[in-house]
């Protein structure tokens, strides 16, 4: 088991702490295992009402490993990745879901967040999905959920464009509900959370499902998402942003489209 998710439940809260400060809290398959079943465990559980995502050392998240996404996108594997059953998972969630952004949260980072039910940020967070640049598209359902939760035009500036947004910005937009000083962002949550597992139950978890709407819909655009991402991961273009990456170096696209 990884070391680098914590899991803690206190007061019916569930705590999912990703500790991968030295890479930015990037995600790695045992990470993504580990948050899967810790939300798993607690859909079987009375302990559990909510959920709080938290980063640490001054990030949320840098989104997927991309050494991972490098390496499937070498070996071409046709596996369903950790990221993917995570991803799949969410749109079945029936808790409330809370998230605490300080700092970077960038692809999985913000389209988590459209998933979650409160989003607190604080005046540090920048939001960003460079899934474009990296020659991917946006995913985790966020075709549907972002325009319903930002509008089309907001949703497309932040998916293509991919520019990042500070908090204001994000607040303004509909992503984060208040920005918050540093010091208050983990007990702003925690607080929210704590009121929400001392609400009745059963009114709680029906008031959610009702304004989620149908979690089909947003399993459907996944895997319609899926489809695209797994050939556009084998494109010359996307391969030539991962090397440029791990490169440290600005890609060249208009090469790898030559074949060079
Ligand atoms: N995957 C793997 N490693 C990552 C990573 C990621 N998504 N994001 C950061 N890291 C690693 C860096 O490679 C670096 O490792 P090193 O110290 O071994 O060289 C370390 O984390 C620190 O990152 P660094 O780039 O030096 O920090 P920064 O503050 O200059 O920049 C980011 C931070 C997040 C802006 C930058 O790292 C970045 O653009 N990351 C990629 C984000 C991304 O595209 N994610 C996928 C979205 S779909």
Redesign the pocket.
């Known amino acids: 088991m990884t070391q680098e998710i914590e899991i803690k439940v206190d007061n019916g809260v569930q705590i999912i702490r990703i500790l991968r400060a030295?890479?930015?809290n990037?995600l790695t398959g045992p990470m993504y295992d580990a948050m899967s079943a810790a939300l798993d465990s607690a859909e079987k559980s009375e302990a559990v009402a909510a959920h709080v995502f938290i980063g640490s050392g001054g990030?949320f998240s840098?989104?997927?490993?991309?050494?991972?996404?490098m390496r499937r996108s070498r070996d071409g594997s046709q596996d369903v990745a950790p990221s993917q059953m995570f991803i799949q998972r969410l749109p079945k969630v029936t808790r409330p879901m809370i998230a605490a952004v300080d700092g970077?949260a960038?692809?999985?980072?913000v389209t988590l967040l459209l998933h979650c039910d409160l989003v607190y940020a604080t005046p540090a967070a920048s939001f960003?999905?460079?899934?474009v640049?990296?020659g991917?598209i946006q995913e985790a359902g966020s075709s549907v959920l972002g325009p319903a939760r930002l509008g089309y035009a907001r949703a497309f500036e932040l998916f293509a464009l991919g520019e990042a947004w500070g908090a204001a910005r994000a607040a303004e937009a509909g992503l984060v509900n208040a920005v918050v000083p540093a010091d208050e962002l983990e007990t702003k949550a925690l607080a929210a959370a704590r009121r929400l597992a001392a609400k009745p139950r059963a009114a709680l978890l029906a008031a959610r499902r009702m304004l989620k709407g149908d979690p089909a819909l947003i399993s459907k655009a996944i895997a319609d998402e899926v489809s695209v991402y797994k050939d556009l991961m084998r494109s010359p273009e996307a391969k030539e942003a991962f090397t440029a990456?791990?490169e440290?170096r600005p890609p060249d696209f208009a090469k790898a489209r030559r074949g060079g």
Not at 106 to 109: A, F, R
Request: proline share 4%.
């Open positions: 030295d890479k930015k990037a990030v840098a989104g997927n490993d991309i050494n991972d996404f970077l960038v692809g999985i980072g960003r999905t460079p899934f640049d990296l991917l990456f791990l440290k």
